[in-house]
Every structure is written in C-alpha cells, then in structure tokens.
C-alpha cells in the first residue's frame, strides 16, 4: 500500500485522537492473529530459557517441537501447533518452517500524518540436521516501509544462515558459524526496541560470527567475535569487526532471571565499547512480568572527542493466558550524554492477542520525542499480522 499524506495538519488532541480510532478501526478489519516466541514468555510459561523453545542458543526463528506445542497449548490453548497444523510431518532430519507479518497504521511526524501499509517479513526456514551437526537458513524478503521501492530481486536477502555443532540439544555446549546477531540484550523481536536499534541490532544488520554457547541448569554463557556482512546490498548499518560477551543467571524458583553484557564494534570511522544490565521479575501472583535492560556506550572517533551514550528500556507485561498479553514501556535513547538536547524518549503500549496456534495480532501505540520536546511528540499507530508455519 503507497503511503498517503494527509493535509491540513489536525490538532495534537484530534491527531491522537484520528490515530487511535484508525487503530481501532484496522484491529477490528484484520482480528486474526498469530503465535511466536518474544523474551516475555521466558519466566511465564514454564520456560526458563529462550532454546527451550528455539533451535537457535540464542532465541528467535525456528521454533522447536515444544516451542510449537506451547503455541497451542499454552500460549492460545488453542489449534495446532506444529508445521502446517500437523497436516505433513517432515522427516527427522530436517526441519522447516517460516513468519510472513505485515502491518498497517498511522504516523504523525514532523507536521504530516502518514498512513503506512507494508509488509514486515516473508521468510521461511529451513534446518537440516545430520548428527550433532545442522545447517540452519533464514531466507526471504526484506520489508519494505518507504518509496521508492526495489526490485524483488534486491529485496532477496537472508538474514541467517550458518552451521552449528550442537551435541545434545538445550544443555551443555555448541557452536555456531555464520549470519546471525551475538547473543545481546533482552532480544526483542521488535527491531524498533531503542536497546536493539541503537545498539547494533537493527533489521538487516546482522554480521557473520562465530559463537560458543554453554547453557548450565541455571546459568547460560555467550561469547561471540563478528565481522561484517561482506556483500553490502545484503545488509544494513554499521559494518563493524568486534566481540560480544554475555552471561545470564537464573533464579532457583525459574521467577527471575538477570544478566551482565559487552560488546565492541570497531569500525573504519569509529570504535563504540558497550556495557550493560538486564533483568526479569515474574510475580505469579498478579501474572505480571517485569523487564529492564540499561547500556552504556562509549563512542570514540580517529579525530575529535569520544562521547557517552546510554540506552534503556522498563517494561511491565501482564500475562493474561490464554489468548492476551498487555506491555507498557519506557525507552530512552542518548546519543550523546553532553548534550542534554540530543536525547529521544518514548512511551508506548502493546496489546498481543493469540486466538489460535500460529496467529497473532500486535497492536502497538507510541509516542515519541526527540531532543526533550515533550510539547511535540511523534505518533505511532500499528497493527501487525503475523502468521507463523
């Protein structure tokens, strides 16, 4: 869908008013929603780790078969999990699945409204496993928010794809070799998420690395050396050289859970050494879910001085299974600490529904403002359709 431009400018009460009846109107036009795996159900649903229900060491993309059960299950409590709702189950070698998400919604920035159609992800994902050994491939198009847009044959990409030596699934060693993020932060499947886009980790800005995971019963240790996407139409960011180190513990009870973390990026215009913390706090009793990531990062240049940065993110999700699930956040993104005009804020709510096994519908909304105008802000309407395989 072409973005459209909307004139005159409405007031702000009457834009955040325009902005949510759109959202509205679009969640009650595409109800259908789909399951996939986000950081918040690590504490929440009985898993104590993101590989319990993912192939990766790290979380996110392919989910494994009790990622896939807890879909149906526990998640919506409802459908069928697995590949194509269990109507073909491929051999034991090999394993396949795949995300198409698209989205709609409305954006005032800048004396303009904007209303946004587009699609977010098509991929699919292919693991062939032979032995302690598997090849592992994401593999689809990029999404496309802004005109003008490419050829689909520039929006081919492959976000991962690498080997991984892994010799008893969801314990003790593996390594991997390839295209894929370091293991880094809370690891939201939202790339807008300041602490991920900000942070190196924004779409398409994966490097090639090489990782050695080891997941105790309470503790799990990542540490990574990357390089840069060698084929720059395949890639976005930064192309940076660096090392990412991260160590997660786990409390007895499997209802908190906090981690230490760095990373260095050393590129040919800059150096920038990143340190931080991240915790979750799971409340059984009122089915809440706290989260909390903070960053600090220094950026030094060849010439001129270095400068502080700092990224956070305070989040408090309640769970209400099955079907629902509600977060409230605060971001904070500075890209310079010696300049108190230079920092950006946002607030924002998402609700997450998932009636059946392999939909969901996000509905988020934003508000964001740059340089500490709070008079101003920018806002962001969105609905997302997500389908899983």
């Given at each position: 869908m072409p973005v459209t431009r909307?004139?005159?400018?409405?007031?702000?009460?009457?834009?955040?008013?325009?902005?949510?009846?759109?959202?509205?109107l679009l969640?009650?036009?595409?109800?259908?929603?789909?399951?996939?795996?986000?950081?918040?159900?690590?504490?929440?649903?009985g898993a104590d780790r993101c590989e319990a229900c993912h192939v990766s060491p790290g979380g996110g993309g392919l989910l494994n078969a009790f990622?896939?059960?807890?879909?149906?299950?526990?998640?919506?409590?409802?459908?069928d999990g697995r590949l194509l709702h269990g109507l073909w189950q491929p051999p034991s070698w090999l394993e396949l699945g795949g995300d198409l998400r698209g989205a709609l919604g409305v954006k005032d920035h800048e004396d303009r409204t904007r209303v946004l159609g587009f699609p977010m992800q098509a991929d699919l994902y292919t693991r062939v496993v032979v032995g302690a050994w598997s090849a592992?491939?994401?593999?689809?198009?990029?999404?496309?928010?802004?005109?003008?847009?490419?050829?689909?044959?520039y929006r081919l990409a492959s976000r991962e794809h690498y080997l991984m030596y892994q010799p008893e699934a969801g314990s003790g060693?593996?390594?991997?070799?390839?295209?894929?993020?370091?293991?880094?932060?809370?690891?939201?499947?939202?790339?807008?998420?300041?602490?991920?886009?900000?942070l190196g980790q924004h779409t398409l800005e994966e490097p090639y690395t090489v990782a050695l995971a080891h997941q105790g019963e309470r503790s799990e240790l990542h540490a990574s050396l990357f390089a840069p996407q060698p084929v720059p139409i395949l890639g976005a960011g930064p192309r940076a050289w660096g090392g990412a180190l991260s160590y997660e513990r786990r409390a007895r009870e499997d209802t908190a859970a906090w981690a230490v973390q760095s990373r260095v990026a050393v590129t040919g215009e800059d150096v920038r050494a990143a340190a931080g913390v991240l915790g979750?706090?799971?409340?059984?009793?009122?089915?809440?879910?706290?989260?909390?990531?903070l960053d600090v990062q220094r950026q030094s240049f060849d010439v001129g001085a270095a400068r502080w940065q700092l990224a956070g993110y305070l989040g408090a999700t309640r769970m209400m299974l099955p079907g629902w699930m509600v977060t409230g956040a605060l971001q904070l993104w500075d890209p310079d600490l010696a300049l108190r005009s230079s920092s950006r804020g946002a607030a924002e709510l998402n609700l997450q529904v998932f009636p059946l096994a392999h939909l969901e519908l996000h509905l988020l909304g934003r508000l964001e403002a740059v340089g500490n105008d709070f008079d101003h802000p920018s806002l962001l309407g969105l609905l997302q359709l997500h389908y899983y395989l």
């Open positions: 909307v004139a005159p400018r409405p007031r702000p009460l009457a834009r955040a008013a325009l902005a949510g009846l759109c959202a509205g969640a009650l036009i595409a109800w259908p929603r789909a399951a996939l795996a986000y950081p918040q159900f690590q504490l929440t649903t990622g896939r059960d807890e879909a149906g299950s526990t998640v919506s409590q409802r459908g592992n491939v994401i593999a689809g198009l990029r999404g496309v928010a802004r005109e003008p847009r490419p050829e689909l044959l060693l593996s390594v991997r070799l390839g295209r894929f993020f370091p293991v880094f932060g809370l690891r939201s499947q939202d790339h807008t998420a300041y602490v991920r886009r900000y979750k706090l799971w409340v059984p009793t009122s089915q809440l879910l706290l989260l909390a990531e």
